[in-house]
């Protein structure tokens, strides 16, 4: 499985957008995803995950409420909104993909994704 990636940016405080992944190779099976993050001196952390039909998400409590993760099967695509974005959301954010399904405590694992974008940049400016 190979996941691609685009959409990152610069945006302002308070503004919103939206990142993409593009799955290829194993799609016949839609497989759940997660998004994280990395900013400059930290560990990779959870941001949200969704399940294969995309009707249960999990997210982690700092974006709650302002972020929201959706996918699209048919063009096998996974998306993350991110709306009232703050200064602290700036990092490298990836996708990626699982061949299982678990409770929130396992999906916010690093360790439970097999398969990973190249990551985007995301900079919110003050």
């Known amino acids: 499985v190979q996941l691609v990636e685009p959409g990152g940016g610069l945006v302002q405080a308070g503004g919103s957008l939206r990142l993409s992944c593009a799955a290829s190779?194993?799609?016949?099976?839609?497989?759940?995803m997660g998004w994280f993050r990395q900013a400059p001196g930290k560990e990779r952390e959870f941001v949200g995950s969704?399940?294969?039909?995309?009707?249960?998400?999990y997210y982690a409590d700092s974006v709650k409420g302002r972020f929201t993760i959706f996918r699209d099967n048919n063009k096998n695509t996974v998306y993350l909104q991110m709306n009232s974005l703050r200064p602290e959301d700036t990092a490298v954010y990836y996708c990626a993909a699982t061949p299982y399904s678990g409770t929130y405590d396992f999906m916010t694992r690093v360790s439970a994704y097999n398969y990973w974008g190249q990551g985007t940049l995301v900079t919110v400016s003050s």
């Open positions: 969704i399940n294969w039909s995309g009707g249960s998400t």
């Open positions: 190779g194993r799609t016949f099976n839609p497989l759940p």
